[in-house]
């Protein structure tokens, strides 16, 4: 199974034909102050896979990383690679994760690592920055 799509995003939603809909795709995010937390954001992943993986299950997760390795958290599920409806169709599913008033508590450089069965398929890099207001001058 692969990640055909991988990205974070302010906004997602899968409609009821399985569309895949995504908003604000980012990277950085500024921050004002520390501990930092945006009051949602969404781990958007397509995966695909072929016939040899029909009627098997993966374990898939999400890791997120900071710059020295450590990991913040981890979300886990098993996925069931089901037969698609049209002969020699690809399975694909479109997986949204919201992830909601997470702290970040410091600047840097940050990964999520998309992962089947344990082993990394791909990796998203966010960068937080923190950004303080100038200094305004009256007069």
Do not use: W
Not at 28 to 43: E, G, M, R
Not at 56 to 65: D, Y
Request: aromatic share 10%; proline share 4%; with cysteine.
């Amino acid at each position: 199974m692969e990640v055909k799509l991988a990205c974070l995003a302010d906004y997602a939603s899968i409609t009821r034909e399985g569309k895949l809909n995504i908003l604000g795709i980012f990277d950085t995010i500024n921050a004002p102050s520390f501990p930092f937390a945006l009051p949602v954001f969404y781990v958007v992943i397509s995966f695909e896979a072929g016939a040899a993986e029909f009627d098997t299950e993966k374990n898939v997760g999400i890791a997120l990383c900071d710059e020295d390795g450590n990991a913040l958290f981890n979300l886990e599920q098993t996925l069931k690679i089901a037969r698609p409806n049209r002969m020699g169709s690809l399975f694909t599913t479109n997986q949204i994760g919201a992830i909601i008033g997470f702290p970040f508590s410091q600047s840097g450089h940050y990964q999520f690592a998309i992962l089947t069965n344990g082993e990394t398929k791909k990796l998203l890099s966010l960068t937080v920055n923190e950004i303080k207001p100038k200094d305004q001058k009256v007069g």
